[in-house]
């Protein structure tokens, strides 16, 4: 006879509501809030409104604690100018030139450092030399001025690697001095490149070493690593190498799901009509930047008009932002002058002044700002609304709860055991039979 399960329907009772208890406990399932992504686009014709895109960008962080904007450079640059990868980092070579001439190292480096992050990332191996030769050699020189000697040797170091010879616009005794003897070391550590798909040509410090897969030996230290095939996107990866061998691996994108192209057909779109009436567009738009807010701006006869797409609800805010700015740069007025929320804020003797009175107050007065301080991003109201559901942090309770549930359904089921015997015990005489 088999013996008796020891679980009750009394014990799956039991259980069911500790899971239904556990599964409500804030503690065990809480999650973090994720900080929100924003970009901005601007749909003025022509695009040329960089100084006001960077200032609307820097307010928006300012007056949204926990937005941030968005970091891949080269989807930032083609919402802002409209321009793809190869013209944006050819126009910020240009204005790096620009600063260099003018005597401002400092803009001039940071403008060659995005050129150079942009030229990585989406500009096609064969069309990006002679491009970062005219970033390094630029780092090179100013860095050299600025006298800061390890950005200039890592500068140095990139450049020899891309050419043997110097640059024509670099003095010969810069070059003899701080690139002509700039190398890895011995390549000693062993590294594996692969790919998905396979057989995609591969560049490291800009040689090529074959295609994917491959194995081969490398010097310790930071790498560029690129990785490219017929009909899809470049991918990069800037890869430190230690002493243990090393193995990196690739997913490349096909081009027609790139996402930079998908943007500038979606961008084109939009500054050929109203941006407001193709919410479609503007979600496409945001699905392709990634992003959960997408602040559209548009620059005409002296002033910006500001509205914001909600991309989680697929509408346009209510309100659109209209207001002068300064073309030196880019000041919004609308934005500036709105406080910091949870700052203290200062009102002038104008604003203190009691209406109809014609008198004005001589005290300041400091109070801090409560409420939203960016009223006119709340999103038209369109069809049923889903928010996401965030769960509150993990009280301490929740713990003890947890404990104690899990305890007394361990010693109900253990004791309310039916205590039966699980053998048998057989007492037999056996007698031999006559003869």
């Given at each position: 006879m088999p013996a008796a399960s020891p679980f009750r329907p009394a014990h799956c009772r039991l259980g069911f509501?500790?899971?239904l208890t556990l599964g409500h406990a804030p503690a065990i399932f809480a999650q973090t809030p994720e900080d929100s992504r924003f970009a901005v686009a601007d749909l003025s014709v022509p695009a040329d409104n960089e100084r006001v895109v960077l200032s609307v960008e820097s307010d928006i962080a300012r007056l949204r604690p926990g937005a941030k904007p968005i970091d891949d450079l080269a989807m930032k640059r083609l919402l802002m100018t409209g321009e793809g990868p190869s013209s944006a980092a050819a126009r910020l070579l240009k204005e790096a030139e620009e600063r260099k001439t003018a005597g401002e190292c400092a803009a001039a480096v940071e403008r060659a450092g995005?050129?150079?992050i942009i030229i990585l990332s989406s500009v096609p191996m064969d069309e990006e030399r002679d491009m970062l030769r005219s970033a390094y050699?630029?780092?090179v020189l100013c860095e050299d001025q600025r006298g800061?000697?390890?950005e200039r040797a890592t500068a140095a170091l990139r450049l020899?690697?891309?050419?043997?010879l110097a640059p024509a616009d670099m003095p010969a005794e810069v070059w003899d001095k701080h690139v002509a003897g700039a190398t890895f070391g011995a390549a000693t550590i062993e590294i594996q490149i692969d790919s998905d798909p396979p057989n995609a040509q591969i560049s490291v410090d800009f040689h090529g070493v074959g295609v994917t897969p491959r194995t081969f030996h490398i010097a310790p230290g930071s790498h560029y690593i690129e990785v490219q095939k017929e009909g899809y996107r470049k991918a990069f990866r800037q890869l430190t190498v230690g002493s243990t061998p090393a193995r990196t691996v690739f997913r490349l994108v096909e081009r027609t799901h790139d996402r930079l192209d998908q943007a500038r057909a979606a961008?084109?779109?939009?500054?050929k009509s109203d941006a407001a009436a193709k919410p479609q567009a503007l979600a496409r738009l945001a699905q392709f930047a990634r992003v959960d807010t997408l602040v559209v701006l548009t620059v005409d006869s002296g002033r910006v008009r500001i509205n914001f797409f909600d991309a989680e609800r697929g509408a346009v805010s209510g309100e659109t932002i209209d207001s002068a700015f300064d073309p030196a740069t880019g000041r919004v007025t609308a934005l500036a002058d709105r406080p910091t929320p949870g700052t203290t804020s200062r009102?002038?003797?104008a604003q203190l002044a009691p209406k109809n009175s014609g008198q004005v107050s001589t005290t300041i007065s400091a109070s801090p700002t409560t409420g939203d301080a960016l009223p006119e991003a709340r999103s038209q109201q369109v069809g049923p609304q889903y928010r996401r559901r965030v769960k509150p942090p993990t009280p301490w309770w929740s713990w003890a709860l947890a404990g104690v549930v899990g305890a007394s359904m361990l010693s109900y089921i253990y004791f309310d055991q039916p205590h039966q015997k699980d053998t048998l015990a057989l007492h037999a005489h056996?007698?031999?039979p006559a003869r």
């Open positions: 509501l500790a899971v995005q050129a150079e050699t630029l780092m800061r000697n390890v020899r690697s891309l050419v043997a961008l084109s779109v939009l500054r009102r002038t003797p056996w007698s031999p």
